[in-house]
């Protein structure tokens, strides 16, 4: 069963979102997330290891559909991405600033592995993850 930070997870993603005119840089996105974790007393894993899980992560959202290269005519610059619709929808369940958030990530921590693209697709249609 695979297993995903979701916070490191939604920050990339708000990142690729925000990411227009500037490149997506994964690593110092990873300190960052680790420097509000600690700033709000929750415990940090080892700050190596989290930049490569993030680089990891890019790949992954990359490969997977979630992010796309960003258009030209949009801000893009070869190193930035936009989010694709699959992105958008993992974004909304995963997004902290909406509240009771934790049952979409519960539904999406039984799945075999969330974010393959056919078992997210599936538990993503399903009203009542949300």
Request: proline share 5%.
């Amino acid at each position: 069963m695979t297993t995903y930070n979701w916070d490191l997870i939604e920050r990339l993603l708000h990142e690729a979102q925000n990411s227009a005119g500037h490149s997506f840089t994964p690593r110092p996105y990873a300190e960052q997330h680790a420097a509000q974790k600690a700033a709000e007393g929750e415990p940090i894993e080892n700050l190596d290891h989290l930049k490569t899980v993030a680089s990891d992560y890019e790949r992954l959202l990359l490969l997977r559909g979630y992010i796309a290269s960003r258009p030209e005519d949009e801000g893009g610059n070869g190193e930035n991405f936009v989010l694709t619709p699959r992105g958008s929808c993992l974004l909304s369940l995963l997004d902290s600033s909406i509240p009771g958030n934790d049952h979409p990530r519960q539904v999406l921590d039984e799945q075999e592995d969330a974010l393959d693209e056919a078992t997210f697709d599936e538990v993503a249609s399903k009203a009542q993850i949300a």
